[in-house]
């Protein structure tokens, strides 16, 4: 059975970074993206990056502060996450496509991890 582990979450401060973690059990020739949720909102999307890394999508209120990567050898996908403000406060999932490129909507994605929790204090 696939299966997503989010791993990298934490406490920072506000202008601090983080580094957050997506292993895959099988990553194979598929798109994952990353998304988020605060409490009282809906789930939103942050970016997302084709099968090869060789396409990358941002939401607007991350572009230029988060970066996401893939290494396919280890199966993982990575989010940096620099100059975090405290509304990036949110839990942090990665999910996985069933096609080779990236999407902004979570109902193109089919497998989901189970979240880790950042938080940016002020």
């Known amino acids: 059975q696939l299966q997503l582990a989010e791993s990298g979450g934490g406490l920072v401060q506000a202008g601090g970074s983080l580094r957050l973690s997506c292993a895959v059990s099988?990553?194979?020739?598929?798109?994952v993206g990353w998304f988020r949720q605060s409490p009282g909102k809906e789930r939103e999307f942050v970016s997302a990056?084709?099968?090869?890394?060789?396409?990358?999508f941002y939401a607007d209120s991350v572009k230029g502060r988060f970066t996401i990567s893939r290494d396919n050898a280890k199966r993982t996908v990575y989010l940096q996450m620099n100059s975090l403000k405290p509304e990036d406060t949110a839990v942090y999932y990665c999910a996985r496509r069933g096609t080779l490129e990236a999407a902004y909507s979570m109902s193109e994605y089919k497998y989901w991890g189970q979240g880790t929790q950042v938080t940016v204090s002020s």
């Open positions: 099988a990553l194979g020739a598929y798109a």
């Open positions: 990056i084709s099968w090869d890394g060789g396409r990358t």
